[in-house]
Each structure stands twice: as structure tokens, then as C-alpha cells.
């Protein structure tokens, strides 16, 4: 069984094929891929593999994109991390999903049910757990605050008064309009996935940012922009190069 693996993180891609060895030994893994781009252009120039596994947040976007890049007819086992998109999942060539780290035993289980679909020529009905999961994400949403401790207290800051968010040895930080910081129990890429893409966008792995806190915008070496926030804050504010033509197309919205 042909089978690709569209996966930017090299540790996890590795954790999968250890895993397809030891129990689908048939899974001939022909490719690694690591973004969206490189995924449609290899879709369009080779035959279609068998089985797909595909994390859903790859290093220039979701994954999702793929679908509307190039016309996918391999069958699909998502992975991630997160399982906000799972609806959305189900509703693109999805066998199944697994969540991060995958275990042995559910990953086992997705590849039987794909050989059974496969042996019976099935179609695999969604119908009924797209409206389960439905009902399930409209009650998650994005974040609307943080819990935040200030001494021996708790307290929480709404999202709208968050500037920007900033990784700074291995801590996270809610930088707020007023001018007060304060440490976040997330990740960025956790962050990344609980904000409204419409109000903050990733410039780089140690800046999520929302368009009010952008005072100023150059150009700067290799095809990069440099911003200037408020509050200021002496980080790394370079959008990354294959970042920065999403990032003009979010401040154009």
C-alpha cells in the first residue's frame, strides 16, 4: 500500500512511519512532505497514493487547502495535535482522525477500517458524526480570555485586550494594550489555534500579533518586513519570508 505522509514536524513524521513498520508493514511510505505547496505540486505531478496521512497544521497553513489546490482522490487519516477542525475533517475524503501523540491501537484501527472500506468498495457515511461534532464545535469557539495569576491571585484578561501575544525563553506572554504583560499556561502554536484568525496572525515562531498593535511596517532584507508594535518591546518583529504574503492578504481583508 503506497501511502504518503504530510507532516512538518520531522520528529512526529518519524514517530508515524516507526508506527506504520511495526504494525502495517504492507504501508510503503513513497513520500514526506512538509506544507501545503509542496503537497498540491507533488499531488499534481505523481499518481495518486493509496492512503494519505496529513496533519492538519502544516508550515504554511491547513491543510485543508490542499483540497482546494488540487483535486485529492486518495483516501485521508487526519493527525494533529487539536481537534477544533475535526468537523471539517470528516468532511474531506476522511477515513479517520487521530489525535497527537497517536497511539499504536487507534492507529491500528484506522487502518483497518480503511482496508475494510477499501475491500467493500464503501463510502464512509459522516452524515452522522459531522452533526455530532457540529454541535460539539459550535460550543467551543475561539478563546474570549485567559486565566492569569498575579501573586497569590487569579485573574483573567479578555482577548480583546491582548496586543500581541510573545514567546521569550520557552514562556508565553499576553502583552495587553494598557501596557501590563502577563504569562499565558500556552504555547504559541497551542495560541495559535484558540484565536480568531480574522483578529491575530503568526508573523513568526515568537509573535502572534493583532493588526491594532501595528504602528508601523518596512520592508526589510530578504523579501521580509520588519513591524514596529504598540507597546513596544525589544523582540524579534520579522515577518518570516514565507509568511509575509499571507500576512499582507490578512491586513487586506
Known sequence: MKTLIIEDEQPAAKRLAKLLAEHCPSCEIIAFIDSVEAASKWLKANPSPDLIFMDIQLADGLSFDIFSKTDVTAPVIFTTAFDQYTLRA???????YLLKPIDPE?????IDKYYRLNRQHETFDRSGIERM???VLKQQGYKERFLVKSGQHLNYVP???VAYFFSEDGIAFA???SGKKHIIEYTLDQLEDMLNPVDFFRINRQVIVRPEAIQKISTWFNSRLKLNLSPLNELNLIVSRDRVSD????LDK
Open 106 to 110: 487507534e492507529l491500528k484501527t484506522a
Open 90 to 96: 470528516f468532511k474531506v475524503n476522511s477515513i479517520d
Open 175 to 177: 502583552q495587553c494594550v
Open 159 to 161: 482577548v480583546k485586550e
Open 247 to 250: 500576512f499582507k492578504k490578512w
Open 133 to 135: 461534532l457540529e454541535s
